[in-house]
C-alpha cells in the first residue's frame, strides 16, 4: 500500500501531537571545539608532512559546520573542498568515508552527487563517550587510504583528550 505525501504528513503530524506531551523541548549535544578541532588539523598535517604528503585537512562539528582549515604550502585548494566534502559525508553516514564508500558501492555515483559530499576515503569520525562530536577529512596524499591514515595519526595523538570527554 502506497501512501500519497498527504497521508503521509497526516501520520507525522499525529505522531508528533501523540508525543507532545513527552518530546523535549531543548536538546543538548556534543560538538568539537575550535581548539580540539585546531589540534586534530595540525596533527594530521603534521603527520602527512612526515610522510612526505602536502595535504590540507578540515575538521566539522557534528552538524557538518566547518569549525577548522588547514592547508599545508603546497596544497591544492582543491584539496581543501575535498577534505570538507570526505568529513560531511562521515557526518553524513556516521562512519569512515572509506567505511561509507564500501557500503555503499551501489549507490556510490549517485551519493557523489549530492551537493556538499563525497564518498571517498580519508574521511574519519570523532567521537567523545559513544557520541559523534565531529569528523574530519584528510586530502592531498596519494590515495584516500593515505589521507584516512593521517586524520588517524591525528585522532590518535588526541585521544587522551577525547576520552577525558567521556566523564563530562
Known amino acids: 500500500m502506497k501512501q500519497s505525501w498527504s497521508e503521509m504528513l497526516v501520520g507525522v503530524v499525529a505522531l508528533c501531537a501523540a508525543a507532545g506531551a513527552s518530546a523535549v523541548d531543548v536538546v543538548s549535544t556534543r ?3 575550535a581548539e580540539l578541532a585546531m589540534d586534530i588539523a595540525l596533527k594530521a598535517v603534521e603527520a602527512c608532512r612526515k610522510d612526505g604528503y602536502q595535504v ?8 557538518a559546520n566547518v569549525v577548522a582549515v588547514l592547508r599545508d604550502a603546497y596544497a591544492t585548494r582543491f584539496s581543501t ?3 570538507r566534502r570526505k568529513a560531511n559525508a562521515v557526518i553524513l553516514a ?3 568515508s572509506a567505511e561509507f ?4 558501492a551501489d549507490i556510490r555515483r549517485d551519493l557523489n552527487e549530492i551537493h556538499d559530499i563525497i564518498v571517498m576515503a580519508g574521511g574519519l569520525p570523532i567521537q567523545a563517550g ?11 596524499a596519494p590515495g584516500g587510504d593515505k589521507d584516512e591514515a593521517c586524520a588517524r595519526a591525528a585522532l590518535d595523538a588526541v585521544a587522551e583528550r577525547l576520552e577525558f570527554l567521556d566523564d563530562e
Open 31 to 33: 560538538n568539537v571545539g
Open 56 to 63: 590540507s585537512v578540515v575538521v566539522v562539528d557534528r552538524g
Open 81 to 83: 573542498e575535498i577534505a
Open 94 to 96: 556516521g562512519v569512515s
Open 101 to 104: 564508500a564500501k557500503n555503499r
Open 130 to 140: 559513544g557520541s559523534l562530536i565531529g569528523a574530519v577529512g584528510v586530502s592531498g
